[in-house]
């Protein structure tokens, strides 16, 4: 995730308008930060890697002639943070200047390409392609329009793009296909930006840009084309209903909130990874003799359900473990043939740095599975994946949760293939329902967002919770309990369920809340007999079921339904939202603020 922004003055400079605006954008990324601006038919550019105001320091951000300029602010997802990554991306000749905000998963092929016809590459990016593909349909003869048509054409992925180019000094070109993108419209600037934030203190009024479109930005407005039959599309503009304040988290009262209804986009995400680091990653754990998946917090609770992913589907036995104990549990168990699979969303966490640092001094293989490029796990690891969630600022991580499962479960069905422990058949449609998750999971926002407050309302005030599953839902009910526990400030414990009657069950009263997680799989039966045994001592149930699961409805005090046919190695990262929206309505209901957590941080960079 990355923010752009573009802006074009009747008069005056536009650099200092961009540089205020980035920084509304920096909650989309803030590792590197660039902006471009044309003037006297000349392109002028600033960038480097660092915070926006780090960089404005070193560079005077604001000292950029020109009326016309756009800018970025990054979250790297190819190449790590450098200046020669940062954006905006140039052509050969520096005629033209693009900023991108998204994924463009063919751009290997096309750099290949484009390298065969003697364009000279300076990043790593996917992004580099773009400048480069539409110089090289301007060769052809094309004007800059149809060249930008004709580049939007050739490209795959997801991406919202601006580009200015000294051939067309007056004019902004802006293309979308998925990641977000909106025109502003004032009375002396028309602006461009991934976001409402960025232009919100500049007008109220905006255009959305949909899927498949390229606009025009000029002085007297927008011009918008549809690229597949380039018809042209009369759009007006709507009134931004948002204060400045409000826009900053689109429109919900939290981070928190905003980042639960984010999963099914930063779900989409986790399915453009490159195949070669999956594809790598999976030939170290397949030659691995024995794999430790190391992690703190909720990144922990990713790698208790990846462990039962790995042996379900690849038969591979992995041993999860808290980071803070691995030295004294492990530690003289890691040699050259162990490998560390080491999970964390920052990529900083001390504890899990430690536990690698161990590692390698003890010549294991570390690979790390992050959601920030270029963070210490990212330059400590052998290979490492990154989850390409975007920025997460509340506290309690969600959609980086749901994200690390995502990627946790492609590399399961990778080595189960490689392994043949599993039929082709059998991943391919396992692989077909991974693509259906961020679809069910927006299903299960939308239908059940409203049920669970209503749930929350009524156990807002209980003292203590259970939260419970059985296989590898004792790892989604571990996540919900850290919820709950962490931003609520509630009592929860959470063990799998067949654990009861070995000592928890002495706590059940009359109305002792229980959050029992319960997907239709192998352990329904069971899991149907721990309810009845809850039941009989006086607790109140809430069941995370699947739709139409009746026998759990006729025993539940209350249930939401999930959509039918997730499969029993996917459902974490379904059956974990209505988990996260029970939390965060139980804070609300508390008068808690769920995305500042007392005593707790984002990162936690000590041990
Ligand atoms: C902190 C955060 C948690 C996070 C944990 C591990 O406790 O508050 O949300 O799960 O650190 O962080 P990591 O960045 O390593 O995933």
């Keep these: 995730m990355c923010g752009i922004f573009g802006c074009i003055l009747k008069e005056g400079d536009a650099a200092p308008i961009v540089h205020d605006a980035l920084k509304r954008l920096e909650y989309r990324g803030y590792d590197s930060v660039g902006e471009a601006t044309i003037h006297d038919n000349k392109l002028f550019i600033k960038k480097d890697q660092g915070k926006i105001e780090e960089v404005h320091a070193l560079h005077n951000l604001d000292n950029l002639p020109g009326r016309i300029a756009i800018g970025h602010t990054r979250w790297a997802t190819h190449g790590a943070p450098s200046m020669r990554n940062a954006h905006p991306h140039i052509d050969c000749n520096g005629q033209i200047a693009v900023v991108h905000n998204g994924i463009i998963e063919n751009f290997s092929e096309l750099k290949k390409d484009l390298e065969e016809h003697g364009h000279l590459f300076q990043s790593k990016t996917d992004s580099e392609v773009v400048p480069h593909l539409i110089e090289e349909k301007l060769k052809g003869g094309l004007t800059f329009l149809e060249a930008l048509r004709e580049t939007a054409k050739h490209l795959e992925g997801a991406f919202s793009l601006a580009v200015i180019s000294v051939m067309e000094p007056n004019k902004i070109f802006c293309i979308r296909k998925e990641s977000p993108l909106i025109v502003g419209i004032a009375k002396n600037a028309t602006y461009c930006a991934s976001d409402i934030p960025a232009i919100r203190p500049l ?192 506290v309690a991580a969600t959609k980086t949760f749901t994200a690390q499962l995502s990627v946790l479960a492609q590399l399961a069905f990778r080595l189960a293939e490689k392994r043949g422990k599993v039929s082709h058949e059998e991943i391919e449609q396992l692989e077909e329902k991974l693509i259906q998750i961020p679809d069910i999971a927006e299903i299960v926002i939308q239908n059940q967002k409203k049920k669970i407050e209503q749930i929350a309302k009524k156990y807002y005030s209980k003292q203590c919770f259970f939260f419970l599953g059985r296989g590898i839902s004792s790892a989604t009910a571990l996540e919900g309990r850290l919820k709950l526990l962490e931003i609520a400030y509630v009592p929860a414990i959470a063990f799998p369920a067949g654990e009861s009657k070995h000592g928890p069950l002495s706590l059940v009263e009359k109305g002792f809340p229980v959050v029992f997680v319960c997907p239709k799989d192998e352990n329904h039966k069971t899991s149907v007999g721990n309810i009845m045994e809850l039941k009989a001592r006086g607790a109140s149930i809430i069941a995370i079921i699947e739709e139409g699961d009746e026998e759990i409805k006729n025993i539940a005090d209350d249930y939401i339904e999930i959509v039918k046919g997730v499969p029993e190695v996917l459902s974490p990262i379904v059956y974990v939202i209505p988990l996260q929206f029970f939390a965060y309505y139980t804070v609300v209901h508390r008068g808690l603020d769920p995305d500042r957590p007392r005593n707790l941080a984002k990162s936690v960079t000590v041990k």
């Design 203 to 394: 007008t109220d009024k905006a255009v959305t840009i949909e899927n498949g479109e390229l606009v025009v930005l000029e002085d007297e407005g927008y011009k918008i084309w549809r690229i597949a039959d380039w018809s042209r599309i009369s759009r007006n503009p709507k009134i931004i209903p948002w204060s400045p304040e409000m826009a900053e988290k689109q429109g919900y009262p939290h981070f928190m909130l905003k980042e639960i209804h984010e999963q099914p986009p930063s779900l989409r995400n986790t399915l453009r990874l490159q195949e070669k680091y999956l594809d790598l990653m999976t030939a170290f754990l397949d030659r691995a003799k024995d794999v430790f998946l190391v992690a703190c917090g909720t990144s922990y609770n990713a790698c208790l359900a990846a462990s039962y992913m790995f042996s379900k589907l690849a038969l591979l036995a992995t041993h999860p473990v808290i980071a803070s104990e691995f030295i004294e549990q492990q530690g003289r168990a890691i040699n050259i043939d162990s490998t560390i699979l080491a999970v964390s969303q920052s990529g900083e966490t001390a504890d899990t740095l430690s536990a690698v640092e161990y590692a390698r001094l003890r010549a294991a293989t570390v690979l790390g599975l992050t959601n920030v490029i270029g963070s210490t796990l990212t330059r400590i690891s052998r290979v490492y994946i990154c989850q390409q969630s975007g920025p997460e600022i509340g």
